[in-house]
């Protein structure tokens, strides 16, 4: 392998990574659940969820921006409430992510 080769990642790499993160398979199961339940009121749901979100993201647009540090939400964490908090909040991160895999994974079996 060549240690001369650099491996970048582009700003549509970026966007896709970042929304196949987000989304995941939980729209298309959560979608026809929804609609089962509420009906024609799902929609609505969804725009409401939509617009939260939009705003959840923004604030972790503006906190980028802000501190410009690898780190994301633990360093955001430390920053505001010490370094114990930082600590919590980067081991709860990284427990979600681990047990999102396998959840993912259990819609698609109960169909």
Known sequence: MDSDKTTKIGLFQLVMLTLGSLIGS???FGSWEASRIAGPA???SWVIGG?????IAYDYVELG?????????????QYSHGPLLGFISSWANW???????????LPP???
């Open 51 to 55: 617009a939260v979100i939009a705003a």
């Open 26 to 28: 939980g729209w298309l």
């Open 95 to 105: 427990i979600s992510l681990i047990t999102l895999i396998p959840i993912e994974l």
């Open 42 to 44: 799902a929609i609505i």
């Open 65 to 77: 921006a802000m501190f410009p540090e690898a780190g994301g939400m633990s360093k955001y964490a």
């Open 109 to 111: 079996s109960n169909i």
